[in-house]
């Protein structure tokens, strides 16, 4: 079973300001990774697929990089709605996982 | 645009057995993806993948859940089912419902999620 880790758990950062998310897998999932974004009670919404392929409609400020083991989300310059928890999901192998999550609050 | 909606009751007794329809909306379940996924979160377990199930009616299940889980398909109704057996207070959780893309994928779009209490 793959253990996907979320770091840090929380990141605080001023609306304007980069912010870098990291997920790691405990093995290698390839480019097999998805980010989700969730505001509180909503379903999360997919941001990233493919480690680095944005999904419809999602703006330029989101963007996915990495590959085996080690990756990173990067939300350029924070809005304020993207103030909300980040997961990631490895989908290179059963059972499919989540990260435990990365929140961003407003600094 | 493909939605998908979750319904069922919010409140199970321990030991019986919680039952959840998700249905889709804007398009069929042959729409998209041809794989359809239960997902939960708890404050204690975060987001846990529960199972997939294919349009033909093939499914694949997480084995952290020791076979209580299964998923069903009713392409008449336009409907997939969840039904998980000898439930506990550990079974709490909002249940998603969520279009998956290929046999092992990505989830979009999820449905809004219900919550299920296991209490007596």
């Known amino acids: 079973e793959i253990v996907m880790t979320q770091s840090p758990a929380t990141l605080s950062v001023s609306p304007g300001e980069r912010a870098t998310l990291s997920c790691r897998a405990s093995?290698?999932?390839?480019?097999?990774l998805a980010w989700y974004q969730q505001k509180p009670g909503q379903a999360p919404r997919l941001l990233i697929y493919?480690?680095?392929t944005r999904a419809t409609g999602i703006p330029a400020r989101f963007s996915g990089s990495g590959s085996g083991t080690e990756f990173t989300l990067t939300i350029s310059s924070l809005q304020s709605e993207d103030f909300a928890v980040y997961y990631c999901?490895?989908?290179?192998?059963?059972?499919?996982?989540f990260g435990q999550g990365t929140k961003v609050e407003i600094k | 645009q493909l939605q998908v909606q979750e319904s069922g009751p919010g409140l199970v007794k321990p030991s019986e057995t919680l039952s959840l329809t998700c249905t889709v909306s804007?398009?069929?379940?042959?729409?998209?993806?041809?794989?359809w996924a239960w997902i939960r979160q708890s404050p204690g377990r975060g987001l846990e993948w529960i199972g997939t199930?294919?349009?033909?009616?093939?499914?694949y299940d997480n084995p952290s859940l020791k076979s209580r889980a299964t998923i069903s398909i009713d392409t008449s109704k336009n409907q997939l089912s969840l039904n998980l057996t000898s439930v506990t207070a550990a079974d709490t959780a909002v249940y998603f419902c969520?279009?998956?893309?290929?046999?092992?994928?990505?989830?979009?779009?999820w449905g809004q999620g219900t919550l299920v209490t296991v209490s007596s």
């Open positions: 969520a279009n998956q893309w290929l046999v092992r994928g990505w989830f979009d779009p």
């Open positions: 999901q490895q989908y290179d192998n059963w059972p499919l996982a």
């Open positions: 199930i294919h349009y033909s009616g093939s499914t």
């Open positions: 493919g480690a680095s």
């Open positions: 804007g398009g069929s379940l042959n729409s998209n993806s041809f794989y």
């Open positions: 093995q290698s999932v390839s480019h097999n």
